[in-house]
RNA sequence: GUGGGUAUGGCGCAGUCGGCUAGCGCGCCAGAUUGUGGCUCUGGAGGCCGAGGGUUCGAGUCCCUCUAUCCACC
C-alpha cells in the first residue's frame, strides 16, 4: 500500500508499505547489482547508514549464480541475509549497456553473458521468472531504453515494444504471484517510461501505462547522455501524467543536486551507482561538495571527511589515513568511503522527508544546493 | 687488481645503418564517469640521455679519458 502523506507543490511525502516492511520516501535506493554493494559493504553496514531499501539486477543474478540458484536458497532476502525492501532492475538496461552483444526483436532480447559470452535469451516472461525466483520486493518492467541520441522513429517503435512488454510482464507476473510454490506472492511491479527526450511521446507512453494499473511507474531512459536541463524538463513534462497516487521512480538518477530537482517535480524513488562508484574512486560527497581524496592536498589532512559526520568513516579516521588506504589500494579505503558517500545519500533522503513533513522542502532544497556550490556536486 | 657488462624523467626500460620538437610502462598531478565489469577514458607536469673531451653538417647512438655500479676471476 502506498499512502502520500504530505505534498508540496508536486513534491510528495509518502509510505510504500510492502511484505518487507515499509518504505519511507522521497528514498535513495542502495545499489547492489550481484546482491553485494560493491566495496566490502555487509548488510549489517547497511543497516547501521540507514539503508531502506536494496536493489539487485535481474540480468547479472541470473548470469551468476543463477536465479535458480537463489530460488532454492529460499530468494533474495533469506540469500544476502536482508529483510527490508529489494527492487531487481529487469535487466531492460542491460539491452542498451552491453549494446553491441545483443539483438532485440518482438518476443525478446538475445544477448550474449559478458561473463562466459553463452547467449541467453531474455524476454519479458523470462524477466518476470527470474524476478519472482529472486523473490525481490519489487519487481521491475522488462524495457529497452534507447539511447539519447535515438532517431525519433526508432524511439517510438521501441517505446511501442515496451508497451507491449509491459502488458505481457503484468500478465506473467500475475500468474507468477498465483502459483502456490511462488516465495513472494505479494511481488510488486513497476512499469517504466520511456520515451527519450520527446515529450509528446513520453507523455502518450505516460498515459498509455497509467491505465495498466502498476503498483508504481519509473522513468527510464534519462541520465543517459542528454543535458540536464533536458531531463529536468522530461520529468517535469511526464510526471503529472503518471498516477499521483502510485511511487514514481526516477531510474538511475543521480547526484545529489538531479534528486533535489527531481523531488520537487514529484520524483519519489531513486538509485544510482555515484556513492558507490564515486566511493571506490575517492570521490566523496560533502555539504560543501563533492571533494576527490587521490588531491595532494589531503595528504596531511587530519580533518575527516566531513566534519561532524556520524558515519563509520567519519567517526574515526582521517581523510589522510583514508587517502593513504586509496592509494595503497586497500579494500578499507574504499569501504570506508563507500559508507561514508551512501550514509551521505541517505542522510540527504531524510533531511528532505524531514523537511517536507514541515512544509520548507523549497527552502530546504536552496539552503543545500547553495552548500553544494549551486549543485556542482 | 684483471676481464666483461651497464649508465636515458621518481622506478623499470625502448631508442634500428649517427638525422626533424628523445619515446613507452608504472608512478605522480588533475579531470571525466548517472537502472555498476573494483573498470575504463581524457588531459598535464617531469629528462642539459653519468662527467669531460673528440670525430661529424649533425652524437642518446661512433672514438678517448674519468666516475659510478653490477657480474666473474684473483
Given at each position: 500500500m502506498y499512502q502520500v502523506l504530505k505534498m508540496e507543490g508536486r513534491a510528495k511525502r509518502a509510505a510504500l508499505t510492502t511484505v518487507h516492511g515499509t518504505v519511507q520516501t522521497p528514498v535513495f535506493m542502495n545499489v547492489g547489482t550481484v546482491a553485494a554493494i560493491k566495496g566490502a559493504v555487509s548488510t549489517e553496514d547497511l543497516e547501521k547508514i540507514g539503508t531502506q531499501v536494496e536493489l539487485s539486477n535481474t540480468y547479472h543474478l541470473h548470469v551468476r549464480p543463477g536465479d535458480q540458484v537463489i530460488r532454492q536458497l529460499g530468494g533474495l532476502h533469506k540469500f544476502m541475509s536482508w529483510n527490508k525492501p529489494i527492487l531487481t532492475d529487469s535487466g531492460g538496461f542491460q539491452v542498451f549497456s552491453l549494446a553491441g552483444l545483443r539483438r532485440i526483436k518482438e518476443e525478446g532480447v538475445y544477448f550474449h553473458s559478458h561473463i562466459d559470452g553463452r547467449k541467453i535469451f531474455m524476454g519479458p516472461e523470462e524477466s518476470m521468472q527470474i524476478q519472482s525466483n529472486l523473490a525481490s520486493t519489487i519487481a521491475m518492467a522488462f524495457d529497452e531504453c534507447p539511447p539519447s541520441t535515438a532517431l525519433r522513429d526508432y524511439v517510438e517503435d521501441s517505446v511501442a515494444r515496451t508497451s507491449r512488454w509491459l502488458v505481457r510482464c503484468k500478465q506473467e507476473m500475475a500468474r507468477l504471484n498465483g502459483l502456490?510454490?511462488?516465495?513472494?506472492?505479494?511481488q510488486l511491479l513497476f512499469g517504466i517510461n520511456q520515451g527519450a527526450v520527446f515529450d509528446d511521446i513520453r507523455i502518450d507512453h505516460a498515459r498509455r501505462i497509467a491505465e495498466?494499473?502498476?503498483d508504481g511507474y519509473a522513468l527510464g531512459?534519462?541520465?543517459?547522455?542528454?543535458s540536464h536541463e533536458q531531463m529536468y524538463h522530461v520529468i517535469e513534462e511526464t510526471?503529472?501524467?503518471?498516477?499521483?497516487?502510485k511511487p514514481t521512480y526516477l531510474m538511475g538518477v543521480g547526484t545529489p543536486a538531479n534528486i533535489l530537482e527531481a523531488v520537487e517535480r514529484g520524483v519519489d524513488f531513486f538509485d544510482c551507482v555515484y556513492p558507490t562508484r564515486n566511493g571506490r574512486h575517492g570521490h566523496l560527497y560533502t555539504n560543501g561538495g563533492k571533494i576527490n581524496?587521490?588531491?595532494?592536498?589531503?595528504?596531511?589532512?587530519?580533518?575527516?571527511?566531513?566534519?561532524?559526520?556520524?558515519c563509520p568513516a567519519c567517526q574515526r579516521y582521517s581523510r589522510a589515513y583514508i587517502r593513504h588506504l586509496l592509494k595503497a589500494k586497500e579494500m578499507l579505503g574504499m569501504r570506508l568511503c563507500v559508507l561514508h558517500n551512501l550514509y551521505f545519500y541517505n542522510k540527504m533522503m531524510e533531511e528532505i522527508r524531514e523537511a517536507l513533513d514541515e512544509g520548507r522542502f523549497a527552502s530546504y532544497k536552496k539552503q543545500k544546493l547553495d552548500g553544494m556550490q549551486n549543485g556542482k556536486d
Open positions: 502456490e510454490d511462488t516465495i513472494n506472492k505479494k495498466l494499473d502498476c531512459g534519462l541520465a543517459v547522455g542528454e510526471v503529472p501524467w503518471l498516477p499521483v497516487d581524496l587521490f588531491n595532494a592536498k589531503y595528504e596531511l589532512d587530519e580533518r575527516p571527511i566531513e566534519e561532524g559526520c556520524p
